[in-house]
């Protein structure tokens, strides 16, 4: 039996009573229509930068990068609940882009998740058997590879994310519903959104946006306008699973890290502390730590209050999150944490995160 389905993670914002480092201690799960995510919003003590109001006309950002956003069928097996048993087959849709002329794709981890065949289908109509290069289940990012001629492929080129401002004009191209090359406008909503990833870890710095993200978008660009790609869509919020006009997207300056490293070896890696915290009172309390993990072999304990990280306050869940993921894997970082009134501080090296 063959289903169809088109790919998004249709949000449904939860209040978080506690998001760690170790990921998120409220997470809806796997849903057959996508991922049910928590979508946060993250302070900053700097103002956002200006809008930038001026560039291209939608219809001139379409034509320009149009070429190079593709649609992704992905074919999934799973065992049958049919009582005379055998296999089931599923077909689902999402979106991407090309990123390079050696014709390296980037979508969604989501979207490409459990394939055991991925097919590209290109602006000309042409289809191309793809295979995964690498994927990233914390930024939910993924890359895959199709041998198809430079005539073919028309690499999009990633912006600086950092530059984006509030107000900021933007487009999303995708297949929404399997509606490939279609185009919707808006701006950029917000910066500094955290939403998070299929398994549970955060994907900081993410962009807001109004232009219209349905299911099938997942993967596509968020393009800036200057047809510059500024984000890769994943998720919406929505009470409906529609596009109720709060669309997010992971940042191109995390999608350059992501991506090249999924390149080089198939896989990203992140550090890793080992502890789920909650923010009280402008302070940042341990509700868990990990087994087996830097943190617990340090000696760091539930109920004890992280105060700083290499010299840095740390006021919040958040700030302890940016400030572990600002780091590798094997770095060595400086906590002071308060027990009992006492203070404290160890050096603990980072582990790699799980997947």
Same mark, same amino acid.
């Given at each position: 039996?063959?289903?169809?389905?088109?790919?998004?993670?249709?949000?449904?914002?939860?209040a978080?009573?506690?998001?760690?480092?170790?990921?998120?201690?409220?997470?809806a799960g796997?849903?057959?229509?996508g991922?049910?995510?928590?979508?946060?919003?993250?302070?900053v003590?700097?103002?956002?930068?200006a809008?930038?109001?001026?560039?291209?006309?939608?219809?001139?950002?379409?034509?320009?990068?149009?070429?190079?956003?593709?649609?992704?069928?992905?074919?999934?097996?799973?065992?049958?609940?049919?009582?005379?048993?055998?296999?089931?087959?599923?077909q689902?849709?999402?979106?991407?882009?090309?990123?390079d002329?050696?014709?390296?794709i980037?979508?969604?981890?989501?979207?490409?998740?459990?394939?055991?065949?991925?097919?590209?289908?290109?602006?000309?109509?042409?289809?191309?058997?793809?295979?995964?290069?690498?994927?990233?289940?914390?930024?939910?990012?993924?890359?895959?590879?199709?041998?198809?001629p430079?005539?073919?492929?028309?690499?999009?080129?990633?912006?600086?994310?950092?530059?984006?401002g509030?107000?900021?004009?933007?487009v999303?191209?995708g297949?929404?519903?399997?509606?490939?090359?279609?185009?919707?406008?808006?701006?950029?909503?917000?910066?500094?959104?955290?939403?998070?990833?299929?398994?549970?870890?955060?994907i900081?710095?993410?962009?807001?946006?109004?232009?219209?993200?349905?299911?099938?978008?997942?993967?596509?660009?968020?393009?800036n306008?200057?047809?510059?790609?500024?984000?890769?869509?994943?998720?919406i919020?929505?009470?409906?699973?529609?596009?109720?006009?709060? !669309?997010?997207a =992971?940042p #191109?300056n995390?999608? *350059?890290? /992501?991506v &090249?490293?999924?390149?080089? %070896?198939?896989?990203?890696?992140?550090?890793?502390?080992?502890v789920?915290?909650?923010?009280?009172?402008a302070?940042v309390?341990?509700?868990?730590?990990?087994?087996?993990?830097?943190?617990?072999?340090?000696?760091?304990?539930? !109920?004890?209050? =992280?105060? #700083?990280?290499?010299? *840095?306050? /740390?006021? &919040?869940?958040?700030?302890? %999150?940016?400030?572990?993921?600002?780091k590798?894997?094997?770095?060595?970082?400086?906590?002071?944490?308060s027990?009992?009134?006492?203070?404290h501080?160890?050096?603990?090296?980072?582990?790699?995160?799980?997947?």
């Amino acid at each position: 039996m063959t289903r169809r389905r088109t790919l998004s993670t249709a949000a449904v914002l939860v209040a978080a009573a506690a998001i760690g480092v170790g990921g998120a201690a409220t997470y809806a799960g796997l849903a057959p229509e996508g991922t049910r995510t928590i979508v946060r919003q993250v302070d900053v003590s700097n103002g956002e930068p200006a809008a930038n109001t001026t560039g291209l006309s939608v219809s001139d950002i379409y034509q320009r990068t149009q070429k190079g956003v593709v649609e992704i069928t992905v074919t999934t097996t799973s065992q049958s609940t049919n009582p005379f048993g055998g296999q089931q087959t599923q077909q689902a849709q999402g979106s991407g882009f090309v990123y390079d002329s050696n014709g390296r794709i980037i979508t969604n981890q989501h979207v490409v998740d459990g394939a055991t065949s991925i097919s590209v289908r290109f602006w000309n109509g042409k289809t191309y058997k793809a295979e995964l290069v690498g994927s990233d289940p914390s930024t939910d990012l993924a890359v895959i590879k199709v041998d198809a001629p430079a005539s073919v492929l028309t690499p999009l080129t990633l912006a600086d994310s950092d530059a984006v401002g509030v107000g900021d004009n933007v487009v999303a191209i995708g297949s929404p519903f399997g509606l490939e090359n279609t185009v919707t406008s808006g701006i950029v909503s917000a910066l500094h959104r955290q939403m998070t990833s299929p398994n549970n870890f955060s994907i900081d710095d993410s962009i807001q946006t109004d232009a219209a993200i349905n299911h099938g978008n997942s993967g596509g660009p968020l393009l800036n306008a200057e047809g510059l790609v500024i984000g890769v869509n994943a998720q919406i919020e929505s009470d409906s699973g529609g596009n109720d006009g709060v !669309g997010f997207a =992971i940042p #191109s300056n995390t999608v *350059k890290t /992501i991506v &090249s490293e999924l390149i080089s %070896t198939g896989k990203a890696e992140h550090a890793y502390l080992g502890v789920s915290v909650e923010t009280v009172n402008a302070s940042v309390r341990i509700t868990e730590v990990r087994a087996g993990t830097p943190a617990a072999d340090a000696g760091l304990q539930s !109920g004890d209050r =992280i105060v #700083s990280v290499d010299g *840095k306050r /740390i006021v &919040s869940g958040d700030g302890l %999150t940016s400030a572990i993921s600002a780091k590798k894997p094997g770095d060595t970082v400086s906590i002071t944490y308060s027990r009992g009134g006492q203070s404290h501080t160890v050096k603990i090296e980072l582990a790699s995160r799980p997947t």
